[in-house]
């Protein structure tokens, strides 16, 4: 599995306001917080003229997630707005553009077919609108994505909505677990995607990479 196969999905990630190339729809957000369909002709229009949006029922989890002890190596984000801990016999950092133009941080699983990235914005984002953008833009370019689970978590002292979801992209089947959070200091999406057969064989590494983010 390589890097490139991602790459459409992931540019779908993205919550900046532009027109591209994609011949996918986009969904955005301006900074006004409206939802937007970015047109491959280069025209827009608002979501909800576009399509019915569909309601995500969230659940809550009371347990309290904090970075494990192994994960001994710290990234800065940008602006200082998070951190991001992790076990470095398990990952290694690689180039965030190889995964996506717009992400701040990206890794890489040493010995697996597993990737993470994090998507930073300065701009605060109702963090439930923002999931919901984000499972819109993956079900526009493959319409048989669907959300495995959603619930609020407190992760190091901060409450943020993880979601799975997965579906078909280039023909593979993809597992696409995430974090999300907004506030004063910005908007933050933390991907960790695989393989769905993969998913339960490193998801105790994946989610050790996902509790090691910290928000300041």
């Given at each position: 599995?390589k890097?490139i ?83 470095p ?128």
């Amino acid at each position: 599995m390589k890097i490139i196969n991602f790459k459409i999905l992931l540019l779908l990630s993205s919550l900046s306001l532009y027109a591209n190339s994609l011949s996918a729809q986009e969904i955005a957000i301006t900074e006004r917080g409206d939802s937007v369909v970015l047109l491959p002709n280069g025209t827009w229009d608002y979501f909800e003229n576009y399509v019915e949006p569909e309601e995500i029922e969230i659940g809550r989890n009371d347990s309290k997630f904090l970075k494990p002890k192994n994960s001994s190596q710290m990234l800065k984000g940008l602006n200082n707005a998070y951190q991001l801990w992790y076990n470095p016999s398990t990952w290694k950092r690689v180039p965030a553009a190889d995964l996506n133009p717009d992400a701040d941080l990206a890794l890489k699983m040493k010995r697996g077919d597993v990737y993470a990235m994090v998507i930073y914005e300065e701009l605060e984002i109702e963090v439930e609108k923002l999931m919901e953008i984000s499972f819109q833009n993956a079900n526009s370019m493959s319409p048989d994505f669907k959300i495995v689970s959603s619930e609020y978590r407190f992760v190091n002292d901060k409450e943020l909505i993880f979601m799975q979801m997965e579906g078909t992209v280039q023909s593979m089947k993809i597992s696409y677990i995430s974090y999300y959070a907004s506030g004063k200091n910005g908007s933050f999406q933390f991907h960790i995607y695989t393989g769905q057969k993969l998913v339960d064989k490193y998801k105790e590494e994946i989610f050790n990479l996902l509790n090691g983010l910290i928000i300041k």
